[in-house]
Structures are given as structure tokens and as C-alpha cells.
Nanobody
């Protein structure tokens, strides 16, 4: 019954900020690396940010580097994406992803949320 549920999307003006949240249940959260992807209309899915199991390492797409920050709270089974200085080109459906990072325990297991929409527009 693994599940990821995103929240926090909405309509934001250019230059504004928003924080997305994704809460997990049904699996051992700390065994998984976490990622945020996004998909805009007519475009392929894009990796936006990733974070390691303990949160010690992060990576970002060049297009969001310096503006977005990914974090995780393993005690709350939640991953966040803080988005600042938003641009119209950030408009997309954002999906959280959990990908097994301890193969001996969880193999190649991978889970996806249903997505939350961000619209950056004036």
C-alpha cells in the first residue's frame, strides 16, 4: 500500500514563492532517495531535484539551481521542494518520486505521487 501524496501547488505570480510537500506511507521512507520531477504541457518529464537518504547530498536541474531547495524530514516521511523566484517556465505538474537506495532491502522499488499543479502567471 505504498503511497506518495503531493500538496502545495497552486497559482503564483512571477517572482513569488511556494513550497511543495510530499508525504509517504506504506514503505520504509529512509531507504529511498527522493526526487521531484515536473512535466509541462507538450514537454517530457524533467528531473528537478533529488536528495539522498539522509539528506546529505542534493542535486538540481540547471534551470532551477539557486532558486529551488529540496529537503526531507525522515521522522515525518515527507519531502519538500521550496521554490523561490518563480518564473512562468516553471509552470508544470510536479511529481514526487521515491527510488530505492538500499538494494539489499528494497531492490529496485520505485513509487510516484499523483502530481500537484503549479501555475506561474500574472
Amino acid at each position: 500500500q505504498a503511497q506518495l501524496v503531493e500538496s502545495g501547488g497552486g497559482l503564483v505570480q512571477p517572482g513569488g514563492s511556494l513550497r511543495l510537500s510530499c508525504t509517504a506511507s506504506g514503505f520504509t521512507f529512509s531507504h529511498y532517495g527522493l526526487n521531484w520531477y515536473r512535466q509541462a504541457p507538450g514537454k517530457e518529464r524533467e528531473l528537478v531535484a533529488g536528495i539522498s537518504r539522509a539528506g546529505g547530498r542534493t542535486n538540481y536541474a540547471d534551470s532551477v539551481k539557486g532558486r529551488f531547495a529540496i529537503s526531507r524530514d525522515n521522522a515525518e516521511n515527507t519531502v519538500y521542494l521550496q521554490m523561490n523566484s518563480l518564473k512562468p517556465e516553471d509552470t508544470a505538474v510536479y511529481y514526487c518520486n521515491a527510488r530505492c537506495d538500499i538494494n539489499i532491502f528494497c531492490g529496485r522499488a520505485e513509487y510516484w505521487g499523483q502530481g500537484t499543479q503549479l501555475l506561474v502567471s500574472s
